[in-house]
């Protein structure tokens, strides 16, 4: 089994790797009166990670409450 997901990790990477390999093209992105440019594969990989980031963070504040409200009643 420790093969299987050895081998589902190298596919992953190649495939990151092919993704980044061929989204070289840039792109730029404006908030407010900043802007900047990036190649298309930064900016995915960075707003993956920031969606991660986000996700946990509204996660661990909806686990906090739901918690609370437990113990409360």
């Known amino acids: 089994m420790r093969y299987v997901y050895i081998g589902l990790v ?12 061929q989204n070289f093209q840039t792109a730029t992105v404006a908030l407010f009166s900043a802007s900047i440019t990036l190649p298309i594969a930064l900016l995915v990989i960075a707003v993956y990670v920031l969606g991660m980031a986000t996700g946990g963070f509204a ?3 909806l686990r906090g409450v739901v918690g609370r409200a437990r113990r409360r009643g």
């Open 10 to 21: 190298v596919v992953f990477a190649a495939l990151v790797l092919l993704f980044v390999a």
């Open 59 to 61: 996660l661990a504040l």
